[in-house]
């Protein structure tokens, strides 16, 4: 028996550090970036706050705070139209949005405050994806004045396996010098990881809060730039750190 209770607090106890060392993120993005002529004009936005590298665990949130896109500097709120999905215990939310007109259109999801009880800190997330239709090659660099936010300096979609994407991150509509950003991999196509060292690439951004990655394989890649608060953040009566995260979606496709 003695042993069994070894085993099993050891297995916890692995599986709680893996959740540690890989990165969460705000999943949030349609089935295509770039949608052509054939293709639908309805897409389908799920809002999922998981770890991407391997697809799990998925942890239960509210209603995001607010939800739309920016087309053209024009702001639509679609946050009355988030719809809540539920598996079991878990809740997640999903975006149903129906195009109506050619464009470049940035949407975003804005998490509320989330408590992660392992690692003792309160995580906001700032989800955007730029989506193109029909080739409009609008504006892709329409800033959202979320607290944390990465200005794309490399064109957000259509873009190529290996492609070189840079972009900046703003913290309170500043340069963030030295802060760590996160790249995940989207593991729906079952890449076998090495180790948990794998889980996520990281770079730091330079003094006018710039950073470059190489997005290696095809999918969808989350880059999150991590922002901590300055003031200990209040939440249910008792005080946290606060993990801020501007958060942008980009999708990746093979020459063929």
Not at 34 to 63: A, E, N
Not at 74 to 100: F, I, K, M, P, Y
Not at 143 to 149: I, Y
Request: a negative charge.
């Amino acid at each position: 028996m003695k042993s069994t209770l070894s085993l099993s607090f050891i297995v916890i106890g692995l599986w709680l550090y893996s959740c540690q060392v890989t990165a969460h993120f705000l999943a949030f993005f349609p089935e295509k970036q770039v949608i052509d002529t054939g293709d639908s004009r309805q897409l389908h936005f799920p809002i999922i706050f998981t770890h991407p590298s391997t697809l799990g665990p998925t942890m239960s949130i509210v209603r995001p705070v607010s939800a739309g896109y920016i087309i053209n500097e024009t702001r639509v709120d679609l946050t009355d139209e988030l719809e809540a999905v539920v598996r079991g215990s878990e809740t997640s939310w999903r975006l149903n949005v129906n195009l109506r007109r050619p464009g470049t259109y940035t949407f975003y999801a804005n998490q509320a405050p989330y408590l992660d009880p392992i690692e003792e800190v309160v995580i906001t997330q700032y989800a955007k994806v730029v989506v193109d239709v029909f080739a409009a090659l609008g504006q892709w660099q329409s800033p959202l004045g979320t607290p944390v936010e990465i200005i794309p300096l490399t064109r957000p979609f259509a873009l190529w396996t290996n492609s070189l994407f840079t972009g900046r991150v703003l913290a309170d509509g500043q340069p963030a010098a030295n802060v760590s950003v996160e790249i995940e991999y989207y593991n729906d196509s079952g890449v076998t990881l090495p180790s948990d060292a794998w889980n996520f690439l990281e770079v730091r951004t330079n003094a006018m809060g710039e950073f470059s990655v190489v997005l290696p394989r095809e999918g969808w890649w989350g880059i999150a730039a991590l922002v901590p608060d300055k003031t200990l953040f209040t939440f249910e009566g008792k005080q946290y750190h606060h993990e801020r995260a501007g958060v942008i979606w980009l999708q990746t496709l093979d020459m063929k």
